[in-house]
Nanobody
Framework: QVQLVESGGGLVQAGGSLRLPCAAS????????MVWVRQALGKEREFVAA????????YYADSVQGRFTISRDNAKNTVYLQMNNLKPEDTAVYYC????????????????WGQGTQVTVSS
C-alpha cells in the first residue's frame, strides 16, 4: 500500500529555514514524479515545487523561486523541500504527492498524497 509521510514542519520566525522530508513506501519511488503542494487556511491547494523521476528537472512556483529547493534521494525513497527565508505568507499545511511517470505541475493529477505537515511562520 502506498504511503507518503511528511515531517519537519513547525513554528519558525520570518527569515528562518525548515527542511521537510517526505518518505515514500509501497511504490517504485524512482518511477514517480513528486510534487510539494501547500494549503493555507481557507485557501485552495497551491503548487509549490516539483521534481522529475531522476531528479534532473525541477519546477517552482513564482512565489517560492529562489527561496525553496526540491530534491530527492531515490536510494532513500525520500523527497525533500528545503525552505529558506521563510515569510508569513508561507504558512500552510505542506503535502507531498506522487504520480506515476512524468512530473507535471497540475496538482489534481497526483494520485497519492501524504497527511501533510504544518508550517507556521511568524513575524
Amino acid at each position: 500500500q502506498v504511503q507518503l509521510v511528511e515531517s519537519g514542519g513547525g513554528l519558525v520566525q520570518a527569515g528562518g529555514s525548515l527542511r521537510l522530508p517526505c518518505a515514500a513506501s509501497g511504490l517504485s519511488f524512482s518511477t514517480y514524479g513528486m510534487v510539494w503542494v501547500r494549503q493555507a487556511l481557507g485557501k485552495e491547494r497551491e503548487f509549490v515545487a516539483a521534481i522529475s523521476r531522476g531528479g534532473g528537472s525541477t519546477y517552482y512556483a513564482d512565489s517560492v523561486q529562489g527561496r525553496f529547493t526540491i530534491s530527492r534521494d531515490n536510494a532513500k525513497n525520500t523527497v525533500y523541500l528545503q525552505m529558506n527565508n521563510l515569510k508569513p505568507e508561507d504558512t500552510a499545511v505542506y503535502y507531498c504527492a506522487a504520480r506515476w511517470g512524468t512530473v507535471i505541475v497540475t496538482v489534481e493529477a497526483y494520485d497519492y498524497w501524504g497527511q501533510g505537515t504544518q508550517v507556521t511562520v511568524s513575524s
